[in-house]
Each structure stands twice: as C-alpha cells, then as structure tokens.
C-alpha cells in the first residue's frame, strides 16, 4: 500500500464548497486508501439513497438559487432528496485518483457522490472530470463533433419524431388544422384511447405535436407548426 496525500477541493470549508477541481484546497491529510476499501464504500452507495444536494447547485430555496447564496457566503440547510444508483463501477484505482462508471437517477449529483465517497474512506474527494456518455436513449456513440457539424458533408441527425421515443398517432387531414390550433378531441378521436403521452404526427409524417391524455381527451404539451420559407 502507499501513503497518499488526498486534498479536499472546496470554495469555502464546510459542506457549501464546489466539490469539484475548481475550489481551494483547504485541507490535506495523509491516509491509506486500498482499494479494497473503496470498493466497500461503492457497495454501499448503491440502490435507493438520500442525497443532500450541494450548495453550488441551481436548486431554488426562499426563491433563490443556492449557488448565489454560496457566492454569498452562506450556508443553508437542504432537505435530502431521493436519489437511485443503478450502477457504480470502479474502473481505474491509481491513488489518488480514481475512475468510476455510474449510471443513476435523475437529480443525482455526482459531486456529491464523489465527495460522499471520499468521506466514506476518510480520505474526503472531489471530481476532477464528468463524462455523460448516455442520456434517455441517446448515447454518446450517436454524437458528432463541431467540425462534423460545421462541415460541407451532410450530417445524419435524429429526427424529431425519432427523438421523443412515443408512440405516434397520424392526424387525417381533416384534423390537421384543428391540431394546430389546439382543438382538444378524445381519445376515442383518435383511437389512443391507451395511450398516456403520444405523439401526434402530420399526414406526412412530420412531427406536430406531442400530447398527454387528460380526463379522455388531449392536452397539448407542446405543438410545432412546419417550417415556411421566407
């Protein structure tokens, strides 16, 4: 084993720091770190869990964002808020850093876990990188650079009505207008009468709207009305 230095990066001491690598290091210590033990402390952050969420967050209390009151210099009380680790893996040990895999709810705060970590094996930890290689349906082998983008080569993009991975229920004709303006029809209308969220397509399968089920009938979350040159 090797005696390591780890250096806890916060803004300020305390819980309000930044937990990332652009803090000031305000403490360091010298501990042992296997990797036994940290792969003890993974095992316990899995599943369903509380998480306080960090002060440099753009989470609202009183109206305010808490990382203006961070800025501030302050320091609130935050209720914990459920969280869900689905998947906690260590993929590289090299004291003192370390590589993790995560795949989690929505609302988790890696920093959080990071640090919470580090406190679980005495150590105390902040992230010094953050890589989101999958969200929703969408992974990152899918992605394209800027260059790609900024290119004279057509660049194959997912279509709208691709990217809201809902069922899909075409318009007649006869509808169109009125989907366009909001008129609110049935389910039955539009035999989706089992369908909760759905999204409503034109007669040339153009995406025109995605839409909830509401007391049997349609309510418009969010409408899009076809491109017109100028």
Do not use: W
Request: charged share 25%.
């Amino acid at each position: 084993m090797d005696r390591v230095k780890h250096a806890l990066r916060v803004k300020r001491a305390g819980h309000g720091g930044t937990l990332d690598r652009t803090g000031v290091v305000t403490a360091t210590r010298d501990v042992l770190v296997t990797r036994e033990a940290l792969l003890a402390a993974i095992a316990l952050r899995m599943g369903e869990q509380d998480q306080v969420p960090p002060m440099y967050s753009a989470i609202k209390q009183d109206g305010v964002r808490l990382y203006r009151r961070a800025r501030a210099g302050e320091e609130v009380e935050r209720a914990p808020r459920k969280i869900r680790v689905d998947r906690l893996a260590l993929v590289a040990f090299e004291p003192p850093r370390f590589t993790l895999e995560i795949a989690c709810s929505k609302g988790t705060y890696v920093r959080s876990l990071v640090a919470d970590l580090g406190s679980d094996v005495g150590a105390g930890a902040h992230l010094c990188a953050l890589r989101r290689t999958v969200s929703g349906r969408f992974s990152i082998a899918q992605a394209v650079t800027l260059a790609q983008v900024e290119s004279s080569t057509p660049v194959p993009l997912v279509s709208l009505t691709a990217a809201t991975d809902l069922p899909s229920i075409t318009i007649p004709v006869d509808k169109e207008r009125h989907a366009r303006n909001g008129v609110q029809f049935t389910l039955a209308q539009l035999g989706a009468e089992n369908l909760l969220q759905f999204q409503m397509l034109d007669p040339a399968g153009s995406l025109l709207a995605i839409v909830h089920a509401e007391d049997g009938h349609v309510v418009y979350d969010r409408v899009f009305h076809p491109v017109t040159s100028a």
